[in-house]
């Protein structure tokens, strides 16, 4: 069973930096896909940034690319979203999902766990 918890939002300022946490309680975190979405109220979630198995492979919004890093400790059971450069429009609910399937997909259907969500607020 994969139960996901993030960590590490909070209250930034625009320009600044944070990294978002993702833990999995189970025994299986290397045999998921991994990524991050981000949803903001009356808007349908986003995908923002997806790791392979390995760790081998990224893929990002255009959005976030260049700011944002996804990277995944599979010893730790653990994947991390360092997001730099932060804007306003950057605030969402920011959420972890495991996808068995998944491979840097992009696409809400091809995951199968979701976390609960941290917020991210960046003030102008």
């Known amino acids: 069973q994969v139960q996901l918890v993030e960590s590490g939002g909070g209250l930034v300022q625009a320009g600044g930096s944070l990294r978002l946490s993702c833990a999995d309680s189970g025994r299986t975190f290397s045999s998921y896909g991994m990524g991050w979405f981000r949803q903001v109220p009356g808007k349908e979630r986003e995908f923002v940034a997806a790791?392979?198995?390995?760790?081998?492979?990224?893929y990002y919004a255009d959005s976030v690319k260049g700011r944002f890093t996804i990277s995944r400790d599979n010893a730790k059971n653990t994947v991390y979203l360092q997001m730099n450069s932060l804007k306003p429009e950057d605030t969402a609910v920011y959420y972890c999902?495991?996808?068995?399937?998944?491979?840097?997909?992009?696409?809400?259907?091809?995951?199968?766990?979701w976390g609960q969500g941290t917020q991210v607020t960046v003030s102008s």
């Open positions: 790791i392979s198995r390995s760790g081998g492979s990224t």
């Open positions: 999902a495991a996808g068995q399937r998944a491979v840097v997909a992009a696409t809400l259907d091809e995951y199968d766990y």
